[in-house]
């Protein structure tokens, strides 16, 4: 709305006011005039209609005050809805800024979640192969000492059988040469006629490889003189035993070196 506009109501209600006015007032002229033939010029229409132009204007001054108002209103309004609306979108950026701050938050805390678990599973496999890797040495360490100690185990059981073969031969052949010892000197003793049963004699006979007889001595004696002394002899008429010259060397050692003889009437023993 312009301001023509604004002026032309209220002057049209002004004009016709004032029309209907001069109306009334020529009529009632007219009856007066009848009576009272007397005629008065209207000079204050002029000032009336002056004085309607005035008033006119002044009372158009508060409809343009008041359309001034409303623009002014208006426009605080629109710059109150323009600082709303910014207002709404600054909150909404700041509400989008929050959002997305706390999505990436929560998608960092996520991560770091998930690279922990990672690192922990990462961990957990790492000591289940160490685990695994520790027993299957364990197991394999166990197995080689157990291969070992059965090893070992088998080797003192040949051992000891072997010993026990050779110990078995060593005193097959060592009772073998004391039998053959035992005869040689009893075909060489001459029982003295003192000789009595439970006399005993026991000779200490000194021998080298070759089966020589090297000392003779009474280590126990019968208490018969004659007795001890037909021991002595029986072995000393042997002289040598040539059957030792093919002893094994050890078997040499171990037992004749020194041979112990015992004699008793009835029979000869060692």
């Known amino acids: ?133 520790a027993a299957e040495k364990k197991a394999e360490q166990e197995r080689r000492e157990r291969l070992e100690r059965q090893r070992l185990e088998e080797q003192k059981r040949k051992a000891e059988a072997e010993a026990r073969q050779q110990a078995e031969l060593a005193a097959a052949q060592t009772q073998s040469y004391v039998n053959m010892i035992a005869a040689r000197v009893e075909q060489n003793w001459s029982r003295p006629p003192s000789a009595r049963r439970g006399m005993r004699a026991t000779l200490l006979i000194q021998l080298v490889p070759t089966g020589q007889v090297v000392n003779v001595t009474v280590i126990e004696s019968s208490g018969n003189a004659a007795f001890d002394r037909s021991a002595e002899q029986a072995v000393r008429r042997v002289d040598r035993f040539t059957e030792l010259q093919n002893m094994p060397p050890k078997l040499f050692e171990e037992n004749f070196r020194q041979l112990r003889l015992e004699f008793k009437p009835e029979d000869l023993r060692l």
């Not at 209220?10 to 002229?29: E, N, Q, R, Y």
């Open 1 to 133: 709305m312009n301001w023509r506009s604004s002026y032309t109501l209220p002057v049209v209600i002004s004009v016709g006011m004032h029309l209907a006015l001069i109306a009334v007032i020529t009529l009632g002229w007219e009856t007066t005039a009848e009576v009272k033939p007397r005629v008065f010029k209207p000079k204050f229409v002029e000032a009336k209609l002056v004085e309607l132009k005035a008033q006119s204007k002044e009372e158009t001054a508060p409809a343009q005050n008041k359309i001034i108002d409303l623009t002014k209103q208006r426009e605080l309004e629109r710059q109150q809805a323009e600082a709303e609306r910014k207002a709404r979108e600054q909150a909404a950026r700041k509400r989008q800024q929050e959002q997305e701050r706390k999505a990436k938050a929560e998608a960092e805390r996520k991560r770091k979640q998930k690279e922990e678990a990672e690192r922990k599973r990462q961990q957990e496999l790492e000591a289940k192969r160490r685990a695994a890797e």
